[in-house]
């Protein structure tokens, strides 16, 4: 080999090539089998989701998550085929750095009118429940012995919006692929069996109160997919489409928490790395608010700031009507979406089934409890409050 080559082979990668690729420019090409074959796969979970969701099951929207059916298929592949190791270079180029990417897009989804829309008396329902799922689900996954970081991702999924928040915690608290492929699961399983119950539930305890049934079915289903879904079931079934309009405002509200609750999450796994390493030192800002943390903050604000030129009977940014903007929003909210699944597929073609050996039934066990827990909070506080709540 000649000094020239030796030399190449032996450069370090640049700040632009770590962030971006993961790997040298010259060594991009790499990465090209194993995207495409993720690529495949997503499009097929995407499809598949939708026609479970929508012509199988009679959703106008989907509740099956399309991230779950990419780490079942993908766990399924890759278990049960020998993939070859030309494919693992791009696999974990999808989970490294597009599932960043599609983190950093969720950002357009939140706003924070939507908080303004839910009321100063809807809010405290929503935190209250938050608070509540954390606390618990944490102690139940402590008092079963699992791993601390899987309990943390199935209490925020839990909490605030199910899949979403857990791939955009993972990264945060530096999750193992396998954790988070097993809180998706989980989490997905139980917001799938709510949203086939819920919506009746809702209506027995609640006495057929659109704005209560509402407001409970959008603080105890896990993800905003799922939640449209129970409440479209609840609007037809009982003739109540209040409810759907109040279940969207109040998921949408638990959503913006998550730009709150991750950073909180990454300083608290931060202080607790350093306190098991002997460490005293002070937790520097990068590592308490990631990149991708920001980016996604970033995207929020401009949400925000859109919306505040349509509220105010303008354009967004000067630019946007309120049909314009709406395309727009929704057009990244799609590839944010598209991203996810992208890279939860890479972290299904990745992960053995034996790395779950260990954990057992245990986890679900944990989103039974989790499930149960948030559904008795979200009960109690709207007994309390919820008759004060106008939406």
């Known amino acids: 080999m000649s000094s020239t080559s030796t030399a190449a082979s032996a450069r370090a990668m640049s700040t632009w ?3 971006l690729l993961g790997t040298r420019i010259d060594e991009a090409p790499q990465l090209l089998p194993g995207l495409v074959v993720a690529a495949l796969l997503a499009w097929l979970s995407i499809w598949l989701s939708k026609f479970l969701g929508v012509t199988v099951m009679g959703f106008d929207k989907s509740p099956v998550s399309a991230v779950m059916m990419a780490i079942l298929l993908g766990l399924i592949i890759n278990n049960v085929i020998p993939l070859p190791e030309v494919l693992r270079p791009g696999f974990k180029f999808t989970v490294k750095k597009i599932l960043r990417l599609g983190i950093i897009l969720l950002g357009i989804r939140l706003s924070v009118f939507d908080v303004f829309r839910l009321g100063a008396l809807g809010v405290p329902i929503v935190v209250l429940c938050i608070l509540g799922a954390l606390f618990f689900t944490t102690r139940i996954n402590k008092w079963l012995k699992l791993p601390e970081r899987l309990g943390t991702l199935i209490a925020v999924g839990t909490s605030i919006c199910g899949v979403s928040a857990i791939v955009a915690t993972g990264p945060a ?3 193992e692929d396998e ?4 809180a998706v ?3 997905t399983i139980f917001g799938l069996v709510a949203t086939l119950v819920y ?3 809702a209506n027995l305890i609640f006495a057929g109160d659109p704005v209560k049934a509402g407001l409970f079915l959008g603080t105890s289903i896990h993800d905003t997919s799922q939640v449209t879904g129970a409440a479209l079931v609840f609007a037809d079934v009982f003739s109540l489409p209040r409810a759907l309009d109040v279940a969207t405002v109040t998921k949408l509200v638990r959503n913006v928490f998550m730009a709150a609750v991750i950073p909180l999450m990454a300083l608290y796994y931060a202080r607790r790395t350093a306190q098991g390493e002997g460490e005293e030192k002070k937790i520097s800002f990068v590592k308490l608010l990631p ?3 920001v980016g996604f903050l970033i995207l929020a604000v401009v949400r925000s700031i859109g919306d505040a030129g349509i509220n105010g009977g303008g354009r967004a940014f000067g630019l946007w009507d309120s049909g314009a903007w709406k395309d727009l929003f929704g057009f990244v909210k799609t590839w944010a979406v598209n991203f996810l699944v992208l890279a939860l597929a890479g972290v299904g073609l990745s ?3 034996r790395t779950f050996k260990g954990l057992g039934v245990k986890p679900f066990f944990v989103g039974l409890a989790a499930a149960l827990m948030v559904g008795v909070v979200s009960f109690v506080a709207i007994s309390l409050l919820g008759t004060f709540v106008a939406l």
């Open 173 to 175: 608290i530096d999750a």
């Open 291 to 293: 990149l991708f943390i």
């Open 199 to 201: 919506p009746y539930l």
């Open 179 to 182: 954790e988070v492929a097993y």
């Open 17 to 19: 090539e770590k962030n």
């Open 185 to 187: 699961a989980v989490i």
């Open 351 to 353: 992960t053995s089934f």
